[in-house]
T-cell receptor, first 117, second 113 residues
Framework: GAVVSQHPSRVICKSGTSVKIECRSL??????MFWYRQFPKQSLMLMAT?????????EQGVEKDKFLINHASLTLSTLTVTSAHPEDSSFYIC?????????????FGPGTRLTVT | GQQLNQSPQSMFIQEGEDVSMNCTSS?????WLWYKQDPGEGPVLLIA?????ELTSNGRLTAQFGITRKDSFLNISASIPSDVGIYFC?????????????FGGGTRLMVKP
């Protein structure tokens, strides 16, 4: 089946630094990837839609200058949390849609636990 | 923000019991999906429903796409300890909406051994 990987799985960083999270589709191409954030005991909230070769589309309330998204290839999207603060600590999950199918389902990565100290 | 109402929020059940959870929405979705998420991991797709009225099974799991396209339910029969986790429903609108998913609040399933 389709596999999506994320790296790193866990990261701890100091307040004010930047952190990059990678999302890769391992055995399929994905023109569209999605980034979600999940706080403890809450549901997944869509942050942005990442489109290969074009700018990401951000959900209302998500700062595009703080959460930089780059989707430079059909198998890789990156999310960079800039100038991280403790309130950015969360579980970040990406998903990728198989471009081969018009109504391709989304496959989720295993998530990245970000802790900002 | 979140637009799907999922219930119950949590439940304890005895091993072997059947479980039922549901999601409702004020608007129509063209696809309903049910995911399970284990602690510290991403969601895994359990069942996908593409037509109103559709009833689909996956082992001990059965899910239905409501005829109004505004609701769906998931049943788990004869629950076992490994069924523990959080179950999410998700709705997807038209393809030209970018295949974005809207998630329910989740149902935390806890099984007494």
């Amino acid at each position: 089946g389709a596999v999506v990987s994320q790296h790193p799985s866990r990261v701890i960083c100091k307040s004010g630094t930047s952190v990059k999270i990678e999302c890769r589709s391992l055995d399929f191409q994905a023109t569209t990837m999605f980034w979600y954030r999940q706080f403890p005991k809450q549901s997944l909230m869509l942050m942005a839609t990442s489109n290969e070769g074009s700018k990401a589309t951000y959900e209302q309330g998500v700062e595009k200058d703080k959460f930089l998204i780059n989707h430079a290839s059909l198998t890789l999207s990156t999310l960079t949390v800039t100038s991280a603060h403790p309130e950015d600590s969360s579980f970040y999950i990406c998903s990728a849609r198989d471009s081969a199918y018009v109504s391709g389902e989304q496959y989720f990565g295993p998530g990245t636990r970000l802790t900002v100290t | 923000g979140q637009q799907l109402n999922q219930s119950p929020q949590s439940m304890f059940i005895q091993e072997g019991e059947d479980v039922s959870m549901n999601c409702t929405s004020s608007s129509i979705f063209n696809t309903w999906l049910w995911y399970k998420q284990d602690p510290g991991e991403g969601p895994v797709l359990l069942i996908a429903l593409y037509k109103a009225g559709e009833l689909t099974s996956n082992g001990r799991l059965t899910a239905q796409f409501g005829i109004t396209r505004k609701d769906s339910f998931l049943n788990i029969s004869a629950s076992i300890p490994s069924d523990v986790g959080i179950y999410f429903c998700a709705g997807q609108r038209a393809k030209n909406a970018g295949n974005m998913l809207t998630f329910g609040g989740g149902t935390r399933l806890m099984v007494k051994p």
